[in-house]
């Protein structure tokens, strides 16, 4: 952070969105420390500029560019500057107008960006996965040459981080990530086939995004948890195992070589890792209300059912053998969700069409950046063609 800057200046990529939205929140609590200076959307150009108006940033950016003029307009009276498309994304997530970057654009559009501004030094609070599902090596490999910091979101990763400070000199013997489980704990294929979307947008402990939605529907989000534990812990896929809780107080766990076990707590709400993230290595007060145990009856563990959740296990199969394969699987995937949330498929062909992408795609062990990019291409063509889009 510019020492100069008391107020951390933010940099809200998707700040539309779940996550965005509730940065900002966790703003508008603490003028004191945190300002919004890039707010950033796809198409939302109404949210976008009613933010904008609120928030007074520096710089906004939407990437549908026949929005451009709309937001120009409306924003004529301010001194927020507007710019528009994929590439500007990229541009001012080089600029020094801000501090850390919030990166919570969902999918693999997250990517760059956040490579751009790792790449500029910028430190980066961490909530959009995919980055690190599709070309994790490269993304931690920028990090270490530029000594930036990555600070996870997600809140799994985040309890992990958490148990982790003080104990940078001792092995990790293995991390323990838990799921809900999602709307369909329990359930088997006969009942999944006939889910649709409306159902599968339901979760009962989160509200999030659509896409994160569904693919914690499917248990696809813990299986990209576990490959952004990867990267982001350095481990090894041995070390990474899954744990349904479905009271998602216990947010994951850490279990060190001589068998103790580190756990983070709370109830769940994301404003919590949102604001530990932008404060880091700060903890800072807030009103949010409190876990108290004497409510909470029974915390339950048991198994993950990957043979309904077959998602899960072709993650887990990326994550083993590594090279392009998490970067395919994130992109049928993205298609696969795409199309289910159109009612293009059902729930269960989800996971035939990812399989076959993966079965299609040629490996590569050791991708560029270029082939990340073109496998990318590559998987989504292929699912699409599957799906007839
Ligand atoms: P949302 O769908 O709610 O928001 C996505 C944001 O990204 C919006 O601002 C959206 O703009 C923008 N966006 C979408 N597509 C593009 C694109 N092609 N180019 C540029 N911007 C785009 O997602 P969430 O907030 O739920 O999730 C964001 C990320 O955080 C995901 O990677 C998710 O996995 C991760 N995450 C989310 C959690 C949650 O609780 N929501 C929890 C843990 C992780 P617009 O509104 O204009 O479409
Ligand atoms: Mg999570």
Redesign the pocket.
Known sequence: MNQTHRVKRIGIF???????TQALEVIAEHPDKFSAEVL?????DD?LIEQAIKYKPNIVVI?DESKYLKVKDALSATDVKVFAGEKA?EEVAAMDVYDLMLA????Y??LKPTLKAIDSGKPVAL????TLVVAGDIVMQTAIEKRVPIIP???EHSAIFQCLVGEMRNPIEKVILTASGGPFLGRKPNYLVNVKREHALQHPN?T?????SIDSATLMNKGLEMIEAKWLFNLHPSQIEVLIHPQSIIHSMVQFEDGSVKAQLGLPD?KLPIQYAMAFPQRITNEYPRCDFRKIKSLTFEEPDIRTFKNLGLAIEALNKGGNLPCVLNAANEIAVYAFLRNRIGFLDMTDVIERVMEKIPFIAKPSLEEYFDSDGDAREYAADLIKL
């Open positions: 998707g700040s539309t969105g779940s996550i965005g950033t959307c796809n198409g939302n949210l990437t994304l919570a654009i969902v999918g559009a997250g909530a959009n996965k995919e979101v997600d809140s989160w999030m995004g659509a896409k994160i994301m």
